[in-house]
């Protein structure tokens, strides 16, 4: 891996992988949705888009077709942290898809015609997020769960604050926003570091060096119980509590917590509820965790009727990680998971692209591989249970519920993971 840092700021990180047929290459900016005032909650998103919609030298569908015509992927996202612009190509390709990316950055229109056509389009995500309650479900939880933080805003913004950005004030943002010290260009394949490194600076020579953005740190957590009254046939269940931070010495120990909680059928969640109990089609748990905060959910669909049951076994659950060491058997299956897991996504230059970038973002430095595998393999039943008792206490825990709340009856709902 090497890394050049431009005299504008931006950091430019490689992994050279002679024997890959194709390369990866991603334009991460640090900035998302927690970085966005209340007012302007979506723009991050909604300027994403329109990064696709048209520049100086290409239209949308010049753009789309530029692409396809060689067999290459062009997407985007935005996270509540950063946002990214990637391609994969033939390696042969990539100076194509440096050129394609930073023009999009660098040189999009934000035609009025299509800003109100790309306006129309998110405003139906936002409708379409609202009517998939298994999608909602989890922004639901991360708002109550972030209360009052940048941290709870929706990704996709809030239909008020989509339906008021105006041009000037998407410019305005993307110009403050995407400067030098908040760009980060990573790349995986049979490149080249030095040859990628001066063509980026040719494209990138103007942007300016600007600041690099701040965050409100998250600094307390409360209990919550919020049901979201809905005529569904399943009620759909957020339950969660207080995790690490992405750059934290004990991340290892949560990996495999939640691996061995509900990261795999054969997880105890996936077992308990599924198999055993027949109660969910679906269940698992996930770590959303972020620069200086994160949280452990569980979720699960059941029926209304079911609901009750399915909470006193996810607590049930909890209580037991707490309350007892995970058994050697269970401890040896995660990190076999694990680390199998891992070593198969470095087959991808996209993924290995991917984690570039968030060690840099998030751990200011490249782990080797070995060090995390390392990592992994040191964790013991006693850290995990340590760690367990530390972040599984009620003060923390958040239940999220959409549903019938007729039916589902949660009048008797006890949030503790001492009974």
Known sequence: ?????????????????PAAHSATIGFWVENGSRHEPVAQNGISHFIEHMLFKGT????????????????????????????????????????MAVDLLSDIVLNSVFDHEEIEKERRV????????????????????????????????????????????????????LTEQYCGKNIL??????????????????????????????????????????????????????????ALPQDHGRRFQSYLLNTILGGSMSSRLFQKIREEQGLAYSVYSYLNCHSDTGALVVYAGTSP?????????MLGELHRLRSEPVTVEELH??????????????????????????????LGRQGSLKEVLSGIQKVTRESILELAQEILRDEYLN?????????????????????
């Not at 891996?1 to 992988?17: D, F, H, P, W, Y």
């Not at 077709?65 to 935005?78: I, R």
């Not at 239940?399 to 009974?419: F, H, R």
């Open 1 to 17: 891996m090497q890394k050049s840092v431009l005299e504008n700021g931006i950091r430019v990180i490689t992994e050279r992988i």
């Open 56 to 95: 100086r030298r290409r239209t949308a569908h010049e753009i789309a077709k530029e692409v396809d015509s060689v067999g290459g992927v062009l997407n985007g996202f935005t996270s509540r942290e950063f946002s990214c612009y990637y391609a994969k190509v033939l390696a042969r390709k990539l100076p």
């Open 122 to 173: 998110i405003l139906q995500e936002i409708h379409m997020q609202e009517d998939t309650p298994d999608d909602l479900i989890h922004d639901l939880f991360s708002q109550r769960f972030w209360y009052d933080h940048p941290l709870g805003h929706s990704v996709l913004g809030k239909q008020e604050s989509v339906g008021e950005f105006s041009r000037d004030t998407l410019l305005g943002f």
């Open 185 to 242: 260009i990573c790349a995986a394949g049979n490149l080249e570091h030095e040859q990628l490194t001066a063509t980026i600076n040719g494209a990138f020579r103007r942007v300016v060096p600007g600041r690099k953005g701040s965050t409100i740190p998250f600094v307390a957590f409360r209990r919550g119980l919020s049901i979201e009254d809905k005529d569904l046939e399943q009620a759909h269940l957020c339950l969660g509590t207080r």
């Open 305 to 313: 009727g079911e609901a009750l049951g399915v909470i006193r076994t």
């Open 333 to 362: 299956s995660a990190k076999e998971q694990l680390k199998g897991n891992l070593l198969l996504s470095m087959e991808s230059t996209d993924n290995r692209m991917t984690r570039l970038a968030k060690n840099e973002i998030y």
């Open 399 to 419: 239940l999220q519920v959409i549903g019938n709340a007729a039916k589902a009856d949660l009048k008797s709902v006890e949030l503790t993971l001492d009974s």
